[in-house]
């Protein structure tokens, strides 16, 4: 039998040509991303509307990326197409022709559907109408707004307590929308609005505010270009945030120096080749990494303890900033004066004289920048980590200086900014006091439901009704066979969505689809060309407004569906003047003005070409609000994952033909693996040790501390260098193996990134699982039956 999927030798390099796409010569330069890219755009765009839409994307007078937080450089310092390849990507799922009709749901039984993989759910196109499922219907079927409101509006009202219904927000929400409908959630009585924060970064959320009073990054762009040393952690930026490369070759011409840290030596932390220039287009483009450290899954606490021991052992201390803005120090060094190395370089994988070579790098900068995502904020000692990494900051004074400080790296567009308009299932009262004086009603002081509890809440019928606006919840939470059972008791799901995704399939009693104008349209809502406003990963808020007519006659915006929703459910109360806020964007920014810290004069401020830049006390004043008036020294004691003899520990992690749960296509070039998403990256000494061959085919087991397991079917298995123990896998389809209770401690964020495996012969006597997922990883089309998930 074929092999299911091609090997290529992994790529040692981007060429950016392949990834960022900034100027008229990249297309002449016909390189592998450029032209995956426009290729796929043309097909499912056509030339004219290709250009179109990319010319506009990420411009001053054009619409924001639907993909990954990474700041816009200054109006006026911008390329005439400044887009990245997965940017592009975006774009085109979006602004693609094909429909999603009622035809293809006449066409189309629930049953059926259940049985498709997410990529080719999201290949079929835009959705163009609202559609309902009925109770014991099979199919979904048209219904009017008006109806569709209605529905939504009986549920909600016939609950017993607001608290019985959960209102999900995915990141891509703009600031205008968020604002709405949080204030709307609010006013109907509930703070249940988990987002999807709540599975990345809100480790690094607690962290940050518990330790520099603020749970947002510290720097700005130009901060990035003018860094000594930038330290990147847990993060693949050459797939997951590309356009960030610019930023790092920027800084490496003017004398920077940068340690990646990773598991994987990922392409995009090795070179970069930028063909905006001469020397990326035919050159050897630029070295990133100076040096290199592949630490072990879950050992980023240890090496940071070990950075800082040497920190300490040469008094590379900035005396004078850490009396003046920190408290906790002297706990702190008396921690990390007991460091125990032999525990370090076990945990960490790494020798002792490789973390003092960093620790030398780190010494002699004066500016350092410390970037991460997903590799730090999904294990259980996330926030403990995170915040022995500040403890780094702090003690170099690398805060509230040019050309330093904190940067996590947020994966979606707006997410940022939705925790800044108030989706929060937390809120601070201070946020809640602004709320009441604008608005004249008092809204729910209690705590609401974030992402893993309101799974939990709709398992045990403490909710009953989901909404989410936008994203794919069904996708994105751990525990997949839990999460999707319980969506199906809720007595109804309601999805704003653009395209199809598995959360349309899982269903409860009833369940809506409302369809959505995206952000490459024109939003002509109360008979005016409105505007929306996003904020990046370093707090700079800007304009967006889309270029294209809308898929539909019958989409509405996401401003225009909450103040429907709202005018349907709460009528007149409190005097909210949502006809007001549909009609006219401007009204929900002058109210935002009032109500959102930092917010004064917005809708004036976002005129501004490029927008402003929201404050940030430690950035801009090295002022520090915690509970103590100063930056936060942390003691956090060393924590290793045991992983027992014979397993191995799995990180998820998307693909290169990937955002997010967004499937793009079955490709992984700069890993070298084709037409497939099954697959394990293991160590080949590993592969020996276990007894297996490099393309055999496996399940993942997921063992945990409960005596539970969790199994995920058919994965090829990919000999890939990494330390040795660890391994690797694609998100959603490992999803299945982390139970919703494992979690951070501190954040609630799944664990998604520390998973003990074994590696077991397919099927365990269960006839036809193999064989299912070998089709689906030659060609992407059938859903792999899995008995703990249908995956």
């Not at 930038?230 to 590309?242: E, L, M, R, S, Y």
């Not at 007595?491 to 009693?509: E, W, Y």
């Not at 942390?634 to 992983?643: E, K, M, Q, T």
Request: with cysteine; aromatic share 6%.
């Amino acid at each position: 039998m074929a092999r299911p999927f091609a090997r290529k030798p992994p790529r040692d390099d981007i060429d950016e040509s392949d990834l960022e796409v900034g100027g008229e010569a990249h297309a002449a330069a016909g390189k592998t991303a450029v032209a995956v890219a426009l290729k796929r755009a043309v097909e499912q765009m056509g030339p004219s509307r290709t250009a179109r839409t990319l010319l506009k994307l990420n411009q001053v007078d054009g619409f924001d990326c639907q993909g990954c937080a990474w700041p816009d450089p200054e109006a006026g310092h911008r390329h005439t197409a400044e887009f990245c390849e997965n940017g592009a990507k975006a774009v085109t799922e979006e602004a693609t022709r094909r429909r999603v009709d009622r035809a293809f749901f006449a066409e189309h039984p629930l049953a059926v559907l259940e049985e498709r993989t997410d990529y080719w759910l999201g290949q079929q196109g835009r959705i163009t109408e609202p559609m309902v499922k009925r109770a014991g219907s099979t199919h979904y079927e048209p219904i009017s707004w008006d109806e569709a409101f209605a529905l939504v509006a009986e549920h909600l009202r016939g609950l017993a307590s607001p608290d019985e219904a959960i209102f999900y927000t995915s990141g891509k929400t703009s600031n205008e929308a968020a604002f709405v409908y949080q204030l709307f959630v609010r006013a109907f009585g509930t703070n249940n609005l988990p987002d999807c924060s709540n599975m990345c970064h809100e480790s690094t959320s607690v962290a940050l505010a518990e330790t520099i009073g603020i749970g947002k990054g510290s720097v700005s762009l130009e901060d990035v270009h003018d860094a000594e040393l930038i330290v990147i952690a847990g993060q693949n930026p050459g797939t997951n945030h590309p356009r960030m490369l610019s930023a790092l070759e920027i800084a490496k011409q003017r004398g920077a120096r940068i340690v990646a840290v990773n598991p994987l030596r990922e392409a995009g932390l090795v070179r970069f080749k930028n063909p905006q220039t001469p020397r990326g287009m035919v050159g050897p483009g630029t070295a990133l990494a100076d040096l290199f450290l592949p630490v072990r899954i879950n050992g980023d606490l240890a090496l940071f303890q070990g950075l800082a021991a040497y920190l300490l052992e040469h008094d590379a201390v900035d005396h004078d900033f850490v009396a003046a803005h920190t408290d906790g120090y002297e706990a702190w060094v008396e921690h990390v004066r007991r460091v125990d190395w032999a525990e370090v370089e076990r945990a960490t994988g790494l020798t002792r004289a490789q973390i003092e070579e960093a620790g030398e790098m780190l010494r002699t900068s004066s500016r350092t920048v410390f970037c991460w995502a997903m590799g730090l904020t999904q294990h259980r000692n996330s926030v403990a980590t995170i915040k022995e990494l500040v403890n780094l900051a702090l003690a170099q004074g690398n805060i509230g200086k040019p050309g330093a400080g904190l940067c996590p790296v947020r994966g979606h567009s707006n997410v940022q900014g939705d925790r800044t308009m108030g989706i929060w299932e937390r809120p601070k009262p201070e946020f809640l006091d602004a709320l009441q004086a604008e608005f004249g009603f008092d809204p729910p002081r209690r705590h609401g439901f974030d992402t893993v509890d309101s799974v939990k809440a709709l398992t045990d019928g403490r909710a009953r009704v989901f909404f989410a606006m936008g994203g794919n919840f069904a996708s994105a939470v751990s525990d997949t066979e839990v999460t999707e059972a319980a969506l199906r008791r809720a007595d109804l799901t309601v999805h704003v969505s653009t395209k199809l995704n598995r959360s349309h399939v899982v269903t409860g009693r009833e369940a809506l689809i409302l369809p959505v104008l995206g952000r490459s349209e024109k939003d002509l809502t109360g008979g005016r060309e409105q505007r929306v406003t996003v904020e990046d990963s370093m707090s700079a808020v800007h304009a967006s407004r889309g270029p294209l007519d809308p898929a539909s006659e019958h989409l509405r915006s996401e401003v225009d569906i909450v103040c429907s929703l709202a005018e349907a459910t709460l009528g007149e109360a409190y005097e909210i003047p949502w006809a007001d806020f549909r009609s006219d964007y401007s009204t929900i920014r002058r109210r935002i003005a009032n109500v959102v810290p930092g917010c004064a004069a917005y809708d004036e401020k976002v005129e501004r070409p490029g927008g402003f830049v929201l404050p940030h006390p430690p950035r801009d004043s090295r002022t520090f609000p915690t509970a103590v008036g100063k930056a936060v020294f942390s003691v956090v004691p060393l924590d290793v994952l045991a992983v027992p003899e014979g397993r191995l520990l799995l990180q998820t992690m998307r693909s290169h033909d990937q955002f997010n749960t967004t499937i793009y296509g079955l490709d992984d070039r700069y890993r070298g693996v084709r037409n497939g998403r099954r697959v394990v990256f293991v160590h080949p000494d590993d592969i020996r040790h276990l007894g297996w061959e490099d393309g055999d085919l496996v399940d993942l087991v997921s063992e945990w501390d409960d005596g539970s397991e969790r199994t995920a079917p058919a994965f090829r298995i990919v000999a890939y260098e990494q330390p040795i123990g660890c391994a690797a896998a694609y998100y959603p389809e490992t999803n299945p193996l982390v139970p919703l209770d494992s979690k951070a401690e501190g954040s609630n964020t799944p664990t998604s990134k520390s998973v003990v495996v074994r590696l077991q012969a397919p099927g365990g006597g269960r006839a036809g699982v193999t064989r299912a997922a070998e089709a689906d990883v030659e060609h992407g089309h059938k859903r792999v039956t899995d008995p703990i998930h249908q995956s």
